[in-house]
């Protein structure tokens, strides 16, 4: 087990460039908790990069064992080194570089033992979001999810961190187009139905138990007159006040629960 003491480390510039998205087939993962998901999720574990700190903590400590059982690059740095490195304002202790998981069609098509209740975020571009969806879904029982080529990559640092470990484990379809992800879901007797504030029908009024594909769209705007066309069939959520619409994030899950709610 190294210890680093130089922020040039070899390593140390590969964790930047991770962070940063300059390296495509790994994600930066940081933070004890996204961490312990990480390992638990199978994910495969290029290197560790921890404070002599965090060392000292029991839970870490255990996962530190754990983790050096299927990673053998693992480094000490000082606080101070770290930072160099970490995507938070504060350092959370321990970074971890992963391969990331293999996405695309096919790995949605593995999850359809299930009744399929797929969702899929086109042009919402914050991560945030991306990742507060992710993990709704997952919560809800989505058997996975589609990203369309304009939606923030959901394997970014600040997606993950939203997420909390879900876009380690449910299938997913990055950088789909839009007709793609539609004409995807027609050849799988899915139909789609997106959220529009303007729909006529509300949400708790359509069969959610068949298979569906719940699409959500740009936070700003929402989805256009064409897109929504294109779909299936559109549902809006009822609102009191002056209350024009919701989070993106919110609006997801309030309809994936009552997807849920149906299912049960």
């Known amino acids: 087990m190294a210890t680093i003491s130089s922020r040039d480390n070899p390593l140390l510039r590969q964790a930047r460039s991770v962070r940063n998205g300059k390296i495509a087939d790994l994600i930066f993962v940081e933070g004890l908790r996204l961490a312990e ?5 199978g994910l495969e574990i290029e290197a560790v990069i921890y404070s002599d700190e965090i060392a000292e903590k029991e839970r870490a400590d255990r996962f530190l064992e ?7 690059r693992m480094a000490t740095v000082s606080e101070k080194l770290l930072a160099t490195v970490s995507y938070t304002k504060t350092p959370q202790g321990i970074v971890l570089l ?15 033992r299930r009744t399929p209740l797929v969702v899929i975020l086109h042009g919402i571009n914050n991560p945030v979001n991306v990742g507060a969806i992710m993990r709704s ?10 990203t369309t080529a304009n939606t923030a990559d959901p394997f970014s640092p600040k997606s993950l961190r939203g997420a909390m470990g879900s876009s380690f484990r449910l299938p997913i379809w990055t950088g789909a187009g839009y007709d793609d992800a539609l004409s995807w879901s027609a050849g799988h007797n899915i139909k789609t139905v997106c959220a529009d504030v303007k729909a006529g029908t509300l949400y708790t009024d359509i069969d959610w138990t068949i298979a569906r594909a719940l ?14 066309a294109a779909a299936d069939e559109a549902v ?7 209350i ?6 919110v609006a997801a899950a309030i309809l994936l629960y009552e997807a849920a709610r149906q299912r049960r």
């Not at 998901?37 to 999720?41: D, G, I, R």
């Not at 992963?98 to 359809?112: C, H, T």
């Not at 024009?244 to 994030?249: A, H, I």
């Open 37 to 41: 998901e990480a390992l638990h999720s």
């Open 66 to 72: 754990a983790v050096a059982l299927v990673c053998n």
């Open 98 to 112: 992963a391969k990331q998981p293999k996405s695309g069609k096919a790995k949605l098509e593995m999850s359809e």
């Open 137 to 146: 879904a997952e919560a809800a029982g989505a058997t996975g999810v589609i």
């Open 215 to 228: 699409i959500v769209g740009p936070e700003s705007t929402g989805l256009s007159l064409e897109e929504v």
């Open 236 to 242: 809006r959520i009822g609102m009191h006040g002056e």
């Open 244 to 249: 024009e619409s919701l989070n993106v994030g």
